[in-house]
């Protein structure tokens, strides 16, 4: 008989006939389908879906064979499902559907006949019954009343029986299909008895396992219930040779190459173990134990390539400069290969690379490891105050882990890596404890091959490691720590070496990942001009944000239409991309000046030049200093004047300045903080010129530190200083004598613009900075009485 039907797709259930079973229906098309039967004859075909995570099904997901229902009851829920009970009366064959807002189709609905001969139904009938109440008393899930059971004994009908344990049993979807599509009813009865009989075979199977694991257990053995049970299901399902879980780990632990010692205290907690009950805490923190120990790396090593050629290759490919970087690593290199078969223990080298953001530390360690044919891993020591990150924690509590040291060596699974501990200066302490000091035998070379963690409590091998640190700074690092590294600076790029570096590095990085290779090209006049008006830093990282932009940008207006072909963004250009210059570049006054000199200063984000100025006004001898000095600034701005005071006559300063007349130091941009001891002959300088009026030259940079006898004493950050005196246009610096070493590290393009004068008392400083004849009368006439304040009231 064929109908034309609405039709109801199903999740994950198969619906037979001769059932009645609710169905939540909360699609909506299903809806409209459930409405439309309700208002026509009730009658409705079920189909089942082929998969249920599909939410819109087609008729190509559906199954083919289905059953024809009627709709007994609907009912709406709370939340808008309709829960509707059907009650299936026959099986049907879709044919076609028809198209519309919800599933239609007509079908072909199957009418049940029995064979002439029913003596075989019969006897599979009788079959049936019997396998079916073996399987209801041996399932230990299915739950039938006894109205339910009764009703099924009582079953005379084969088509129905059949249907109905088929329901009640509890088999997959894709095998209550099989029995729904099967319309011959002896094949679909032997179907049936054959999945009942192969659900008691499993069900016999199960007892004797556990009645194998009974059999095994003694009065002593009871609490280990579980773990024997499991493996006797591994004996049943590989044989004798099956391995337990605490079989394999035994045999991890006797394959992974431990030390002696550690082996023996793994298999000692192994033991221990296997006499814990399993569940329980102890065995859990036990367990997850053994697992670090066989998880770290022991013996395993990645092979190295010891080529220091290749090696120098890999580095000038991803690194423009660094040459005092490379050079170590190639020393290091140089050695491993030539000592590589000798009995001597290579120790690795602890370098710190310490410079500004962004000047390429933390990339230069992921090349030295690929250099190196080793694995590489980062580790973030910034904000890191508590101890136990550094050596773990103590096994005394549940959720006890080991320290980031340990956590690096598992994650890269072999015991010479690359590790990279970033920002190391950036560590503090606090009442956990002070994780600097952990870090002292981890990078010494001659403790770090038997470094404890806290949590693994077994001596562990770190001198295959190639540890570098990185750093912003020297100054917060504990001098013991730093006592254990070498320390290599990387202070800065010249506006050249980052126009370099943009070149052949930044820009066909952001061109390439912004999709306008081909498009879009940048000349290297406007790389200067992004680099000195929009961005100030000692790095590249701002260099490729802008880049970056103005690649993006480019992409905009390209697909915009803007242009056709290739375009090349040249000086003018670069505010369209990139918007109003942020920073003016440093241009020093070149006119002399009364009561100023120009100085030079080290910042994190590079060198900069540092206008100091001073004003001498009648006074009682105060001295003023402003521009938020730190202590340092402040106390080589007393020495100066305490050396001018005691050199009056010498430098023809005003007598009795220091009782007549108010100095005020100013330091300009009076909203960042400054400090530093390099400032002290450039205050000098000015506060002489302020008291002789004499003018001092603006065309001359100075930094050095003063002491209280006139000597120029050396100060940091040369390279820094001098590259911010070289790109503010100033052609002569003033230097301590005592930096002339660290001019061999500036390049040589720097070297060759400048006229370096070196001094070594303050003398030389300021006959070379202050011009021989006063601009204007000094601030105390001679033979000038002042009346002190307060006085003769």
């Not at 950050?717 to 230097?735: M, P, R, T």
Request: glycine share 8%; no cysteine.
């Amino acid at each position: 008989m064929r109908l034309e039907l609405p039709v109801i797709p199903l999740r994950n259930t198969v619906i037979l006939p001769h059932t009645t079973t609710p169905v939540d229906v909360g699609r909506a098309k299903s809806k409209r389908a459930v409405e439309e039967a309700m208002g026509a004859d009730r009658l409705i075909f079920l189909v089942a879906q082929r998969d249920p995570e599909v939410d819109d099904p087609t008729p190509d997901d559906l199954y083919v064979w289905g059953v024809q229902a009627v709709v007994k009851q609907a009912m709406r829920l709370p939340d808008g499902t309709l829960q509707v009970m059907v009650e299936a009366r026959a099986r049907a064959e879709v044919k076609d559907y028809i198209p519309g807002p919800y599933l239609r189709a007509r079908g072909e609905v199957f009418t049940e006949t029995f064979p002439a001969d029913d003596t075989v139904v019969r006897v599979l009938l009788e079959e049936l019954k019997d396998s079916f109440d073996k399987y209801v008393a041996s399932h230990k899930s299915l739950r039938l009343d006894r109205y339910q059971l009764e009703a099924v004994k009582g079953t005379s009908d084969p088509a129905m029986l059949a249907d109905t344990i088929a329901y009640h049993a509890t088999w997959t979807v894709a095998e209550k299909q099989e029995i729904l599509e099967l319309t011959d009813l002896e094949a679909r009865l032997k179907k049936v008895l054959e999945f009942l009989s192969r659900d008691l075979e499993r069900f016999e199977l199960d007892k004797r396992v556990a009645q194998r694991v009974k059999d095994q257990m003694d009065t002593n053995q009871r609490e280990y219930y579980l773990r024997e049970q499991m493996k006797a299901i591994q004996k049943e399902l590989g044989g004798e040779d099956g391995l337990g879980d605490l079989e394999a780990l035994r045999k991890k632990i006797e394959e992974v190459g431990m030390p002696e010692t550690v082996k023996t205290k793994a298999l000692k907690e192994l033991d221990r173990l296997e006499r814990m009950q399993q569940g329980s805490p102890e065995a859990t923190v036990a367990r997850t134990y053994l697992d670090w120990l066989t998880e770290v790396p022991w013996s395993k090593a990645d092979p190295e390539v010891l080529d220091i050629a290749h090696t120098r290759q890999i580095l000038d490919e991803d690194h423009y400069g660094l040459k005092d970087v490379k050079e170590r690593i190639l020393e290091y290199l140089a050695v491993r290969q030539l000592t590589q078969g000798l009995d001597v223990r290579n120790k690795a080298p602890i370098l710190v690379l310490v410079g500004p953001p962004g000047v390429g530390k933390t990339s230069l360690g992921r090349s030295i490891a690929r250099s190196m044919n080793r694995k590489f891993h980062r580790i973030s020591l910034g904000g890191v105050r508590d101890e136990a990150e550094i050596r773990g924690h103590r096994r005394t509590y549940i959720g006890a882990m080991p320290g980031k040291l340990i956590h690096a060596m598992k994650q890269v699974g072999v015991v010479n890596p690359v590790i990279l501990l970033d920002e190391i200066d950036k560590m503090s302490s606090d009442w956990r404890g002070d994780p600097a000091s952990a870090m002292l035998e981890v990078l010494d070379p001659e403790q770090n091959n038997s470094f404890t963690d806290h949590y693994l409590d077994v001596p562990y091998d770190l001198s295959k490691v190639f540890f570098i640190t990185t750093a912003n700074t020297l100054q917060t690092i504990p001098r013991p720590l730093l006592d254990r590294m070498e320390v290599i600076e990387i202070p800065g790029y010249t506006n050249m070496e980052k126009q370099a570096i943009a070149r052949q590095y930044l820009w066909p990085k952001q061109v390439k990942e912004s999709g306008m290779e081909g498009k879009i090209e940048v000349t290297d006049a406007a790389i200067l001009r992004v680099i000195s008006e929009y961005t100030r830093e000692a790095g590249v990282r701002g260099l490729e944000r802008e880049l970056g932009k103005i690649a993006r940008k480019g992409a905009k207006f390209w697909l915009e239409g803007a242009w056709e072909g290739l375009r090349t963004i040249d000086v003018p250009d670069v505010p369209t991309y990139l918007g109003i210059p942020r920073f003016r570049p440093d241009k020093a006054e070149t006119e002399p000046q009364v009561g100023t000199a120009q100085g030079l200063a080290w910042t994190p984000v590079g060198g900069t030049l540092l206008t100091i100025e001073v004003a001498a006004v009648p006074g009682s001898g105060k001295l003023s200093l402003t521009g938020q000095l730190g202590e340092v600034m402040k106390e080589s701005a007393q020495a100066a004047l305490t050396y001018l005071r005691a050199h009056t006559q010498e430098y023809g300063l005003p007598e009795d300045f220091h009782n007549k007349v108010d100095l005020h130091v100013h330091v300009p941009d009076g909203a960042t903080p400054k400090d530093g001891p390099s400032a002290g002959i450039t205050m000098a300088t000015a506060i002489a010129s302020a008291l002789s009026r004499r003018p001092a030259r603006m065309d001359i940079a100075m930094t050095g530190e003063v002491s209280l006898r006139g000597k120029v004493m050396p100060i940091g950050g040369v390279k820094e200083k001098l590259l911010a005196a070289h790109q503010a246009g100033i052609h002569k610096v003033v230097l301590p004598k005592d930096n002339e070493p660290q001019l061999e590290d500036l390049p040589r393009e720097v070297l060759e613009g400048l006229e370096i004068k070196l001094v070594g008392d303050v003398g030389e400083v300021l006959e070379y900075l202050l011009l021989p004849e006063p601009a204007m009368p000094p601030v105390v006439q001679p033979g000038e009485n002042r009346q002190q304040p307060g006085a003769g009231a």
